[in-house]
Nanobody
Framework: QVQLTESGGGVVQSGGSLRLSCSAS????????MGWYRQAPGAQRELVAT???????NYADSVKGRFTISRDKTYTTVYLQMNSLKPEDTGVYYC??????????WGQGTQVTVSS
């Protein structure tokens, strides 16, 4: 069973920064993708950034140049550094991982609020 623990959300003024972390407890399950999605009030959940164990990271156009996804060497913790935050970045941010069996796992979500 994969368990994800997120931290780092909060309230920040426009132009500020936050860093999200997600630690994965995977047992013997290996992961092939880690990333972040977000959901604004009244909107659908959308991709923010993903990082495969091999290959290039992928970013939503709206966050390119402002957000950076990274991970630790063991590939059990993924980070999202968010700079130059805008009010439209407000939402619940969910950690998302996918294992080598193709199963998707989600964290409980962490709230990010950017005030103007």
């Amino acid at each position: 069973q994969v368990q994800l623990t997120e931290s780092g959300g909060g309230v920040v003024q426009s132009g500020g920064s936050l860093r999200l972390s997600c630690s994965a407890s995977t047992g013997r399950i290996s992961l092939r993708l880690m990333g972040w999605y977000r959901q604004a009030p009244g909107a659908q959940r959308e991709l923010v950034a993903t990082m495969p164990i091999r290959g290039d990271s992928n970013y939503a156009d709206s966050v390119k140049g402002r957000f950076t996804i990274s991970r630790d060497k063991t590939y059990t913790t993924v980070y999202l550094q968010m700079n130059s935050l805008k009010p439209e970045d407000t939402g619940v941010y969910y950690c998302h991982v996918r294992d080598w069996l193709g199963n998707a796992h989600w964290g409980q979500g962490t709230q990010v609020t950017v005030s103007s």
